[in-house]
């Protein structure tokens, strides 16, 4: 009898999906794109790795706007400076909402954090309290000894591993760099110590991290097709969903430990950390503060997606240096220049370093930490160069592809910062939609001030502090620079290095 009535459902909703896709192709002038096939759309054509590569080689056949079904669900894909600027410029407004999945509304507590939260009067609020308390220039100020301390911290890790000549997994010590410095800045409390307990921690949360990350991108049944979400219950992913949400609830829980804290008092300006000042904020209806589930929500955006932008923003600019030699050698030279041999780097020092600079835009624009970005959604139906695009359809903006385009940079997949030298008006932070790495418009990322300085100074630490040869005597002309994609694109194998100082040890 089950069996009977689950078909039924499913032949009556196969036909409502043809007649509302017919109905759509009919009275739309849609951009072009493949072809979907009946129900599945172009799922098929999206599955497995390297999406944007993908994505790139149908916007090489169809245009810079690209229209996809995943199911019945429209998608439509900029590719291009042009486009990207009428998406998220000219109709930003129209294009500011977020689509959801059922594990997005599970894991952020019902869309309470900010990357995903629906455009709306929750979303302003938190975007209000990231720009006027978070994120402004006085507050990433106050923590920059912190930053210092973790630089400091894994400067001279590497130059005791660089004494006795080992074989340094550069990956996973970056790895541990961006979280510390989330989590001094989020809680004041570093969360990798460099002990066996703190190397098993480690793992366990980039695990924990890898798992979320790839449940995030499965679309399930419940997603494509809401009045089948009974398949995903009783097929035991809803409650696998669950179980990855209650082991990223008790990582949280015993980070922040709110229940601690909860009734004590905190002057939002002189706060001891992030989460002191969330806790500082008023809720929403302004009758008491922000609720604990919204506090780990955003806390969880910070954490989750700061943390691994960074690092692979960091690995993927230091591998280019190794890859470019000469590239490195300017950049020391600039550093030993402005700076000198005799004291180490400081963040006051930034602006005085262009060529330091030009390195960082370059790597972002070769390897952005996330090629696709998170989607937008279409609020309203739209028209966009003429072609009509329904409410509700998601948008993908490759900024992989974007970034890579010849029409815009001059050889595109060669590493030559001095691009950026020559152009130095052109920067990352979303008036130049060449180059997009953090986004633009209302929905850009929010930490993106914070992103950028992390990057700049590490590097220029690791500039500054080491040269880097690869093991065995490798030639670093032959340096693996495949990539892997995933939300954040980082490297397929880790970067293993040999550090060689070249400061005075009393500087590490």
């Known amino acids: 009898m089950f069996t009977i009535l689950a078909v039924v459902m499913v032949s009556t909703l196969t036909i409502l999906l043809l007649m509302k896709q017919r109905k759509i192709n009919k009275t739309k002038l849609l951009p072009p794109g493949p072809k979907p096939l009946p129900i599945i759309g172009n799922i098929h054509q999206m599955k497995g790795m390297m999406l944007h590569h993908k994505l790139d080689n149908l916007a090489a056949e169809f245009g810079p706007i690209v229209f996809l079904r995943l199911g019945p669900k429209p998608w439509v894909v900029a590719s291009s400076a042009e486009a990207a600027e009428e998406f998220l410029k000219v109709q930003d407004l129209a294009w500011a909402g977020r689509g959801h999945t059922m594990f997005l509304r599970m894991v952020t507590n019902n869309l309470k954090n900010i990357t995903r939260a629906p455009y709306g009067s929750h979303w302003r609020h938190i975007r209000k309290i990231c720009a006027l308390e978070l994120f402004t220039q006085k507050r990433l100020e106050s923590f920059r000894p912190r930053r210092s301390e973790e630089i400091d911290?894994?400067?001279?890790?590497?130059?005791?591993?660089?004494?006795?000549?080992?074989?340094?997994?550069?990956?996973?010590?970056?790895?541990?760099?961006?979280?510390?410095?989330?989590?001094?800045?989020?809680?004041?409390?570093?969360?990798?110590?460099?002990?066996?307990?703190?190397?098993?921690?480690?793992?366990?949360?980039?695990?924990?991290?890898?798992?979320?990350?790839?449940?995030?991108?499965?679309?399930?049944?419940?997603?494509?097709?809401?009045?089948?979400?009974?398949?995903?219950?009783?097929?035991?992913?809803?409650?696998?969903?669950?179980?990855?949400?209650?082991?990223?609830?008790?990582?949280?829980?015993?980070?922040?430990?709110?229940?601690?804290?909860?009734?004590?008092?905190?002057?939002?300006?002189?706060?001891?950390?992030?989460?002191?000042?969330?806790?500082?904020?008023?809720?929403?209806?302004?009758?008491?503060?922000?609720?604990?589930?919204?506090?780990?929500?955003?806390?969880?955006?910070?954490?989750?997606?700061?943390?691994?932008?960074?690092?692979?923003?960091?690995?993927?600019?230091?591998?280019?240096?190794?890859?470019?030699?000469?590239?490195?050698?300017?950049?020391?030279?600039?550093?030993?220049?402005?700076?000198g041999t005799d004291r180490v780097i400081s963040e006051t020092d930034l602006s005085n370093l262009p060529y330091l600079q030009a390195v960082v835009k370059e790597s972002f624009r070769l390897h952005p930490p996330g090629p696709l970005g998170i989607p937008h959604m279409a609020l309203q139906p739209t028209k966009v160069w003429g072609y009509d695009l329904p409410a509700n359809t998601q948008l993908l903006v490759n900024s992989y592809t974007i970034q890579r385009d010849p029409k815009h940079w001059a050889n595109p997949l060669e590493f030559r910062p001095e691009r950026f030298i020559e152009n130095p008006q052109i920067d990352l932070k979303g008036s130049h939609f060449q180059l997009l790495p953090f986004g633009a418009g209302r929905r850009m990322c929010p930490g993106m001030s914070l992103g950028i300085l992390v990057a700049q100074i590490s590097v220029a630490r690791l500039a500054q502090g080491f040269n880097f040869a690869l093991p065995h005597g490798e030639d670093p002309r032959n340096l693996d620079m495949t990539e892997r994609f995933g939300t954040i694109m980082a490297r397929v194998k880790p970067l293993l290095v040999i550090p060689k100082p070249r400061l005075p040890s009393n500087l590490y």
């Open 153 to 339: 911290a894994t400067m001279r890790w590497l130059h005791e591993a660089a004494e006795q000549e080992k074989v340094v997994d550069f990956s996973e010590v970056i790895s541990h760099l961006a979280v510390n410095n989330i989590t001094r800045m989020l809680r004041n409390r570093r969360i990798f110590g460099r002990d066996r307990e703190g190397q098993m921690q480690s793992r366990r949360f980039q695990n924990l991290v890898v798992t979320f990350f790839n449940v995030m991108h499965t679309k399930t049944v419940a997603d494509l097709y809401p009045p089948l979400q009974w398949i995903t219950y009783a097929s035991g992913y809803a409650a696998y969903m669950k179980k990855v949400k209650r082991e990223l609830d008790l990582f949280l829980e015993h980070f922040l430990e709110l229940e601690k804290v909860q009734n004590v008092a905190s002057d939002g300006e002189n706060a001891a950390d992030f989460v002191d000042v969330l806790m500082a904020q008023p809720s929403e209806d302004g009758t008491g503060y922000l609720e604990n589930d919204c506090i780990r929500a955003v806390t969880q955006d910070m954490l989750i997606a700061g943390s691994d932008t960074t690092a692979a923003a960091i690995e993927w600019t230091i591998a280019e240096l190794i890859l470019h030699p000469q590239c490195m050698k300017k950049l020391q030279g600039e550093l030993d220049t402005v700076v």
